[in-house]
């Protein structure tokens, strides 16, 4: 999608909602919502203020998120439109934009645009969507299990990529496994379902090249120590990210390879096929031509021809179409024809 | 086009036409005129002055406008001929220059250049044909509506370059949606129509990539903050238009990537489609030739032919041609031929 | 050309000619010799002196030339030999050296190398051959139009590069124009001849590019102020070659993807054509073969074919076989094979 | 393989094995054992310690090495999973990971992967598997056979990439022989077996690309000494694996270049018999037809056929045929058809 | 090759040669031996010392320079393997390594790795084979012709490796020759050993490639000035080396993109060919498929078949089947198929 608009559609609009997950060492409080100013008061100046939103349909909701925290109106339509993924600091927060991945039925791939406004002690999260990938990570805060509970805002936006980057090797295990398993079948059988699912294969990954490209530039950034809302304590953290990443684009560019292998594969069994029925017309034309010309020779009605009278001249002519098809059969089996 | 000359036909000279929008946060004033020198008298220095001429045939007015704004004779050249879109910094003043990208008919795309002086307190567009995209920020601007009246000049720049850059995304959801039209239907039937109309496509993205390549350049030179003429405050403006431009790049590299996909399939389905004939044509071969030949044995007019005689050699002959076509038949149902 | 040495026929050795061009505002004169002992003494210390030499063949003429400037050998062996387009700065002057592109008959293109050493207040032209591109540079000199008398020798290296980079324009509107040519009949007429003007362009193209890269990296280099000779006010004029070379870049690059385009077209439109030929054939087999077949049954001359007795058997026949035609026909038509 | 999680199968839980080595000019000592709490309490201080871990299936080891050695988290992370080839410093040590290769069967390439960890006078290296490439290189340290005795961790480190890298000139050997003995054949010869051979040493370049790259990136991180747990003074060496490493890659791409010849070659072998058999084809029936044709008119019933009463008819038929065929055999011969 | 040790048959050890020349501008030595104690004793500390050693089979040889010069074991490693051409500063010299090339017979080319270590007052050359492109050049040494016995031994150096660059001249104009040879036949005769020379030329150019690269990168080094025992006086000398090394490097770019020219061109021949064949194939289908057909009609033994019994039946359908010939040759000639 190129489109700067929102693409939604009516219907999620009652899906917004708003979420605040609060939490210290100590304390930890989450409150739904659909009322922005009810919400807001529960911020804890002392503790990690996640506020998820879910939805971009309700422009009031996002207009009272811009009032409070102060966001860029460049940054409010960043979030509401289509948007490369990049990091980008201002004065009191720093943004960041990426693709989220779902699988959908288990074929095809969705994407989701999801934001992040991270400041000293909170953190933004804008989603298209309702449902993420963050409900098992959700619990593991409510529980303090790991160190999530012991850091800031920034380890917290660290763990959120780090969920949405894992989830793109789920993406890329699936893409192996198709390759696998076409490359059984290409050498084969190179039927036509083969070559769109080589096509299918190659869509997803120039989409998701598309995706990790600016991803890794927009960590790198990070990594560099660009930003002062990442503790340079936490840089390793998203210098992980980076490296899965890259990892990530490695093994893409791989498979880019094998795809277009797979296609010089595809394509040479085609003409393998292409060859051998040439081969069966040929030999078969070769064959039966000159024997329906001698046949046809003695199907003349000249009332002279001396063959026509032999007693053995039909023998005969069977022997000689006998030497011929021989020898054809010979000539053929000599130049690997079948 | 190549050609340094500017390209341009006579019957646009009386469609030359200039005019002037002088504004602040109070006042608001505009003057159309065909004469400069009348027109250069109201330019007032405590306003933001946005001199606009649409048609560049009459040398007269450009001397005019050169003469009062001090232009360097090498930038006049760039404006009248055929540029690369750039930034350049001169003592007086930025110039900048980009394509502005016209749908005509909904179908081909035009392509106009508009080049940009940037003072302190004026800005200079020539544009070469009357009309341009900027019909409502005009009226926003009498109206008073966002910031540019509570800002300078530069913001001026940036508001134009944006609706210009905005457009670029009207022209690649076209390409994007002839992309979508074009794979339905070319798995089924890769027709002429069809391979022209992907060429086309290449070939858009091909001028496409030519103008916004160094649109990203000359961009990125402001973004550096490079020019005094673009104030610390507003860079964050061209950054965010920065972005859009390498969004629109990534989108554009996607799109080629597709159409070269498309290209794969629509080659794939030609030779599908001639692998069907031929195995047709051996088909038919295959089962005829060798039937044909028999027949013509019996049509041979040899004396002694024992099976002419014979009561039920017909029937025979006909029953050994049954045997013949029934094998072949099974034969290629188990090649999969048909 | 890779070879080092200098490509010359002997019978250019009388074309050797050197000429003096020197001027200052107030003075100008112009002096034409075959011998460079008399022609250095009338280089004018107070004014910019202008060097041309045409044809290479004469070693005393640049032996001499070498003693007077202190030409470093390696410059005098680069002049010689075939070089790649440079910039190099030397303690007493900077070198330069491009090729220089001529239109021979309209149809095929010419290289040349020129090469320049810029003194302070001198400039030396090497030429291969007579005949140059700057007759009407040096009428405009003489009478003082333009700036060139109001400068010095960095501006007249400027200008001299400034008219072979132009003429590089005239040799890509050619290619353009072919281009254009092409692409009206490739769709129609995919003939060898389409194929090899095709060929032709990619080939000019490649040359161009040789020449093209290295120059920019040349200008570069003087654009960013290696040079001494090249005053700071006049880099600007270089910046705008400079600007040239990129955009004659950036078009080349734009025609060499149309001309990979023009050659998908080609091979598509030599497929399609292909594709007829073969439906042609299948669909004429397909109808005539099962026919031919039919009237080879009753050809055969068994005693006992009771068809052949019957009264209307022939024309019973000629309606099975005006079936089978039909059937065939409707068929083929629905496959859209014609 | 992109996945995060260790890919091994529970059968090799047994081969969990630890093993220590500890040295320096004077003393040396080996331990195998799968207690780490015990092991662990024969680290020498004043000696460079090697601790060697074959098989990551015990997490139990793997956490009191953790705990020892204070492994960073990620760090342990990164020897679990799948990694691409990077260097990366800690406070208290340096990260280096990297992939080993091994022949199968001396056909099929098997790949491991290899984590290490070195401080100032200890080294951990973990495994994926029983086995490696050392075994002659613990024989030397051993025997105090070269420089080893008298180095430090860092020059541990250096000797078992380079045993490593070594071993990818093997793997690349192989790939060299396979192309020689490809070459050989695939002139004459364009089997799909050929086809298949060509498409898996892609493949194996594909990966070994995939290992190459990322890993000259690392080695160049510790070439430009950002790394305190590599001296100054072996430096040198680990640029020597740097420069194998440049080779190896420069060997690869031209492996790869001629990897796409040979396909080019393959399709060329492939489509030159596709001729063959076309000519032959259309040889055959363009002889054949038209005598067939001369046949069948002398093979009409008409009443009034005068050449069929000719005496000679009969021998002047087989003149005219003969005089087509050899006609027709000069012409085919004049266009070289066979 | 890739492969690290000394690729030499047994039979060049003998030919393991040791010479020696020691120059100033009085005083010349040259010394042949094969015993390295007594040449290096003949070693001038005031005067340049050219040590050359061709074949590298004596370890004992090498080992005795080793001592002497303290060569550092990984230089010679490096010197023994192949080697990608690289320069590298070590404390107490420069070592250099490059291939050289060789035409064979005038046709194939033939690498040769040489080594070379550059002192204060000393070089030292490793060559693997006896022979080498210096014989001219020691000439002129002895005869005190050019600079080089007033230069040191880094200009020395410089003067081996230009002649060295300068024969990779030859083999690229050979290249050239024969591209232009080939694209002289390439459009009428498409036969396969004009396959096979493009793809020899490519391998070629490959090859030349590998060496190439590597060789700029490291001269590159020495143009920056990294190196303290090449003077800055004759850096200069080393930049044109570097230069003449692009030029190739540029001329071997367009020599890739003209062959790759000369395969589309060798394709479309073939296919040309092949739509030729298929074309005469159809037409004599088309026209003698029908023909036989109307034959075979009245070849039919009805015994009510009223034309036969007409008296100019026959007549009759020879002037149909004259009809459809003629008519079907109109229709050929339209379509343009001959």
Redesign the interface.
């Known amino acids: 999608?190129?489109?700067?608009a929102i693409d939604m559609s009516p219907t999620t609009k009652p899906g917004v909602i708003l979420e605040l997950i609060s939490y210290n060492r100590e304390k930890y409080n989450k409150i739904d919502s659909t009322d922005p100013d009810e919400l807001l008061t529960h911020l804890q100046p002392d503790q990690v203020n996640w506020v998820n939103l879910d939805g971009l349909g309700n422009i009031d909701i996002i207009e009272k998120l811009q009032a409070y925290f102060c966001l860029?109106p460049?940054l409010v339509?960043?979030v509401l439109a289509?948007?490369?993924p990049?990091a980008?600091e201002y004065d009191d927060y720093l943004f960041f934009t990426l693709k989220m991945l779902y699988k959908i039925d288990g074929t095809s791939i969705d994407y989701e645009q999801i934001s992040f406004v991270l400041g000293s002690n909170f953190l933004v999260s804008f989603q298209e969507k309702e449902g993420d990938l963050f409900e098992g990570f959700r619990e593991r805060i409510r529980l303090d299990l790991g160190k999530v509970r012991k850091k800031h805002a920034d380890y917290l936006l660290y763990r959120l990529i780090d969920i949405i980057v894992?989830n793109y090797?789920n993406v890329?295990?699936r893409v192996?496994d198709i390759i696998d398993e076409i490359e059984e079948t290409v050498?084969e059988n190179p039927s036509?379902e083969t070559?769109?699912k080589i096509?299918s294969l190659?869509?997803e990954l120039?989409?998701l090249?598309?995706a990790l490209?600016?991803l890794r530039d927009a960590l790198s950034k990070i990594v560099k120590g660009e930003s002062e809302y990442v503790k340079e304590e936490n840089i390793?953290?998203f210098?992980?990210v980076y490296?899965h990443v890259?990892?990530?684009i490695?093994?893409m560019?791989?498979f880019k390879?094998?795809t277009s292998?797979l296609?010089?594969?595809?394509?040479?069994a085609?003409?393998?096929?292409?060859?051998e029925?040439?081969?069966?017309?040929?030999v078969?034309?070769?064959i039966?031509?000159?024997?329906?010309?001698i046949?046809?020779?003695?199907?003349?009605?000249?009332?002279?021809?001396p063959?026509?009278?032999?007693?053995?001249?039909?023998y005969v002519?069977w022997g000689i179409m006998g030497l011929i098809f021989i020898s054809m059969m010979i000539y053929f089996r000599k130049k690997k024809?079948f």
């Open positions: 999608m190129v489109t700067k860029h460049l339509d960043d289509d948007q490369r990049k980008e894992d090797y890329l295990d192996g050498y036509n070559f769109y096509q190659k869509k120039i989409y090249r598309k490209y600016p390793r953290y210098s992980d490296d890259s990892h990530i490695d093994s560019d791989t390879d094998l292998s296609m010089d594969i595809h394509i040479n085609m003409n393998t096929k292409m060859n029925v040439m081969k069966v017309l040929t078969i034309s070769t039966f031509m000159p024997l329906t010309f046949v046809g020779v003695y199907g003349m009605n000249f009332k002279f021809m063959e026509l009278d032999w007693k053995y001249g039909y002519v024809w």
